[in-house]
């Protein structure tokens, strides 16, 4: 029998919790993180709407893969 050639598991390091925020704080950081983004649509076949925030220097390509501009 020969020995096992398993790598040791490095652990990540435990993420710091973040305080609880309210409804509203949480809308305004979505909000906030979308600023000066532009919103584009797809609707496949089955009537689903997939939505991407994009920067405004991506649009002409999303609008390649079947995108629509809102």
């Known amino acids: 029998m020969s ?6 598991r490095v652990r990540k390091p ?3 919790p973040t305080p609880p925020q309210s409804p ?4 305004a950081a979505l909000q906030a993180r979308e ?4 919103i584009m649509y797809q609707v496949d076949a089955w009537g689903h709407v ?3 925030f994009v920067r405004s220097q991506n ?3 999303w ?7 809102r």
Request: hydrophobic share 40%; no cysteine.
């Open 50 to 52: 997939e939505t991407r």
């Open 35 to 38: 600023m000066g983004k532009t």
């Open 24 to 27: 509203a704080e949480h809308l």
């Open 59 to 61: 649009v002409a390509a």
């Open 14 to 16: 435990a993420e710091s």
């Open 63 to 69: 609008q390649a893969k079947g995108f629509v501009v």
């Open 3 to 8: 020995d096992s050639t398993k790598r040791a």
